[in-house]
């Protein structure tokens, strides 16, 4: 799952080093990912997982592991 998530969140937001994230990175503070860049974030988590990430849960996500919890919340 971790793993999944990492790659896509790398993917989308053009970081090389993989090690760069972990479960306590920041999206924001850490990434410096912009509400652009979270809602690419958002829509290729729910078509990687087959889920919708409602507005409102999205805007909670701070870390890594808090998208992780979601996932495997409603996954």
């Known amino acids: 799952m ?6 896509i969140i790398s993917e989308q937001l053009g970081i090389d080093n993989l090690g760069e994230i972990t479960l306590e990175t920041s999206l924001v503070d850490d990434l410096e990912a912009d509400s652009l ?4 974030v958002v829509m290729a988590l ?5 889920i919708e990430i409602p507005d409102e849960d999205a805007e909670h996500f701070k870390t890594i592991a808090d998208i992780c919890k979601f996932i495997e919340e409603n996954n």
């Open 2 to 7: 971790f793993e999944k998530v990492r790659a």
């Open 37 to 40: 860049d979270a809602v690419e």
């Open 46 to 50: 729910e078509d990687e997982f087959g």
